[in-house]
């Protein structure tokens, strides 16, 4: 057994009522609403935070740009993917009024910004974390940092949670340890590994809101550029997704949120269909106007056909939408005749570009995939494995950019929190109806501990 001094002096007992696998946003909520309710309930339970880096929170205070976008007014289902049947009737019991008032009760104000994004009131991602920390510090709840929990064993008591050859044991445990995405912040898979040895599956996870990759010949002359355009993403010739925003283009590809919200998508068919990104740049222009304002253009015959489209298109954007269009490119725009200036028009509303797949992980905001929900109960208790809770990006929901991750992952931390607590002073019994497991489901472990 582990024993000794956390992180702040604290002497680390053997023994919780619960342990959180993960100081992250879903783990560090979890803690917190397990501790109100551990406290309605005039329990005076132990709780501990487990986690692998050497301060919680780490990720919270990246997101946003540093602003932490933490929920949108307009939470819906349409908003995120994976096994999305799991989310009308959960979203109807945390939706974002819920998120707010969580934080308001910890002493968070916050503000609502364009497209239902909400924010912190200073709109510095450091009160978020602050507040979850000072709740928790306030409910007496123990962090130990620098603890990677390696493997997880169920036993007669409950758990036992190993980080090496030491462990601490729990009667409850909420696995919070997020994705794959963004490793330079603590996530690295773990959590997948630890549930699967529980006898949990875990689907393909695929990199998403990150940028999308074309060929370099293609990127490197518009580094750096930036512009509005609609964005329609084409797999085998088909149109299969359009998102419209500001385009960021970089030295490997395509960024921006429009395009982070195609990312899925990339990742999912890349290597089995031809995908093609095109851009429209001039999305509120129809193909007439646009050729009737280069052949305008086009009467001040000694001005450089690369500079044609330089009144109205981004300055690193408009020679290479020339380029694209023309197999050669003569001197002047004088010398171009009609059918070339329609081209060019043609290329400002479909600027294509091959897709060669997305960025890795290391920058990705976000899992696609995890532990399949209907391994777990309404209470987001382990149908394989009772007293284990998940909650956060480790499951199989993803959500598009706008606060609709950090929705999910706080309202799942809520939601596992409170169940466990319930739990726990309510004896085994779940609280939602239980469901049946699927027998599709079951694994070489759960059978042998039949
Ligand atoms: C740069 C960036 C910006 C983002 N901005 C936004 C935004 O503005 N709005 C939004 O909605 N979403 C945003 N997201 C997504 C959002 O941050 C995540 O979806 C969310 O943080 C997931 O929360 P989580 O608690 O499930 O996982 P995480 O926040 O990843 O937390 C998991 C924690 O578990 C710890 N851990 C992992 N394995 C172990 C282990 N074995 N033992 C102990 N501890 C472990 C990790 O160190 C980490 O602290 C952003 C993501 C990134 C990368």
């Not at 490793?183 to 630890?194: D, E, F, H, K, M």
């Not at 990150?210 to 490197?220: F, G, I, L, N």
């Not at 001040?300 to 269009?325: D, M, Q, R, T, Y």
């Not at 002047?332 to 009609?338: K, M, P, R, S």
């Amino acid at each position: 057994m582990f024993s000794g001094y956390g992180k702040g002096g604290l002497f680390i007992q053997n023994r919780y009522d619960l342990a959180v696998v993960g100081g992250g946003a879903a783990g560090l909520t979890a803690a917190v609403a397990a501790a109100e309710e551990y406290i309605k309930r005039h329990k005076h339970a132990r709780i501990v935070v487990l986690e692998a880096n050497s301060r919680v929170g780490k990720k919270i205070l990246a997101t946003g740009n540093g602003r932490c976008n933490l929920t949108n007014s307009g939470i819906d289902p349409i908003h995120y993917h994976g096994d999305t049947s799991f989310l009308p009737d959960f979203l109807s019991h945390y939706p974002p009024e819920k998120i707010i008032s969580f934080f308001q009760s910890i002493g968070l104000v916050c503000r609502e910004q364009d497209e239902g994004r909400v924010y912190p009131y200073n709109l510095q991602a450091s009160a978020v974390l602050d507040v979850l920390r000072r709740q928790l510090e306030h409910f007496q709840v123990e962090t130990i940092c620098d603890f990677p929990v390696t493997r997880l064993k169920k036993t007669a008591q409950g758990f036992e949670l190993f980080r090496e050859t030491e462990s601490v044991t729990a009667a409850k445990v909420i696995v919070a340890t997020g994705g794959m995405a963004y490793p330079q912040l603590g996530a690295n898979g773990s959590g997948y590994q630890i549930l699967k040895e529980l006898g949990h599956n875990c689907t393909k996870l695929i990199p998403s809101l990150v940028q999308v990759t074309t060929e370099p010949r293609r990127a490197k002359p518009l580094k750096g550029a930036r512009s509005p355009a609609r964005a329609s993403l084409y797999a085998d010739g088909k149109l299969i997704a359009e998102s419209s925003g500001e385009v960021q283009f970089t030295e490997r590809g395509l960024s921006g949120i429009c395009i982070f919200e195609l990312s899925r998508m990339v990742g999912e068919r890349y290597g089995r269909q031809k995908l093609e990104l095109s851009l429209d740049l001039m999305p509120e222009y129809p193909l007439e106007r646009i050729v009737e304002f280069l052949k305008q253009r086009s009467e001040i015959e000694e001005l450089p056909a690369l500079e044609l489209c330089s009144g109205f298109l981004n300055k690193l954007v408009a020679p290479e939408v020339v380029k694209a269009a023309l197999p050669h490119v003569p001197k002047t725009v004088g010398e171009l005749d009609e059918h070339q200036l329609e081209e060019v028009a043609r290329t400002v509303k479909r600027f294509r570009f091959p897709v060669t797949g997305t960025l890795d992980w290391k920058d990705a905001q976000v899992t696609a995939g995890g532990i399949p929900l209907d391994e777990v109960d309404s209470n987001l208790q382990s149908r394989c494995c009772p007293g284990l809770y998940l909650a956060g990006e480790i499951l199989n929901i993803d959500g598009d950019c706008g606060g609709f991750n950090l929705h999910w992952a706080w309202s799942t931390g809520l939601a596992a929190g409170r169940s466990a607590a319930k739990a726990e002073s309510e004896g085994e019994k779940g609280l939602g109806k239980p469901k049946k497991s699927s027998p599709r489901r079951e694994t070489g472990n759960q059978k042998r501990r039949k």
